[in-house]
């Protein structure tokens, strides 16, 4: 979505990281505004004609963003699990976790990678399903990855854009595990290894909130 953002001429946050707004260095936590803080910063938005600002960690105040005319809320699912699947493989490869397996890398205790990533955002922090419910019918649009992308035409973004992240496939990504010394983790990546999660963690379980909230939207 951010891709398609740029790709169709929104206006990003002067200095931001894939869309999210960066300020003295690191990206502006708009989770932990308050109302009154929230409003200031989208008559910075107004005042800097930025018109599109992504929130990837954290969950805002939804409430004061719908009721804002100013802003249009849109958010994309996909499917939990192949969220999940995905991105360990990418932190995997990328050496941007040090977990082993499934097990350390849902305990390491970031948003991303903790079981009910969905719930947990939209709930804007807590595990709870129907708070999760009730800020997502704030949104004007509620995109599904696997099913109804082109809906952002709705929005004007009609140019085409690489609207994939894949996993496997990045030079950039091979080089760098080659000077590391990688050669392990290298050799799996060429090959294209994919990690799934093992039968004992029960990830669907673990997951069944952010399941129901996708089946939601994905029926």
């Keep these: 979505m951010i891709r398609k953002a740029a790709a169709n001429g929104e ?11 960066v300020e003295n260095g690191s990206v502006i936590r708009l989770w932990e505004y308050d109302s009154e803080k929230i409003s ?3 008559d910075r938005c107004q005042e800097k004609n930025v018109t599109f600002v992504a929130c990837e960690w954290g969950g805002a105040d ?5 009721n804002d005319e100013r802003v249009t809320l849109i958010t994309c699912l996909r499917e939990p699990i192949k969220r999940l699947i995905s991105n360990y493989n990418y932190d995997h490869y990328w050496m941007w976790t040090k977990a082993k397996n499934y097990q350390e890398y849902l305990s390491e205790g970031h948003l991303h990678s903790s079981p009910e990533y969905y719930t947990k955002i939209f709930a804007r922090g807590s595990n709870d399903i129907e708070i999760a419910k009730s800020n997502l019918q704030l949104f004007d649009m ?7 992308m082109a809906s952002l035409e709705e929005l004007g973004w009609t140019k085409e854009s690489d609207t994939t992240h894949p996993t496997f496939g990045d030079k950039k990504r ?9 050669w392990f983790r290298l050799f799996n990546y060429l090959r294209k290894v994919k990690y799934e999660p093992p039968e004992s963690i029960n990830i669907r379980e673990l997951n069944k909130s952010d399941l129901e909230l996708y089946s939601i939207y994905s029926n």
């Design 11 to 21: 206006t990003f946050w002067p200095e931001h990281e894939n869309g999210n707004p």
């Design 40 to 42: 200031q910063f989208i």
């Design 62 to 66: 939804y409430q004061t963003l719908s």
């Design 142 to 148: 509620v995109i599904v990855a696997e099913k109804n």
């Design 174 to 182: 091979a080089a760098i595990l080659f000077a590391k010394l990688r």
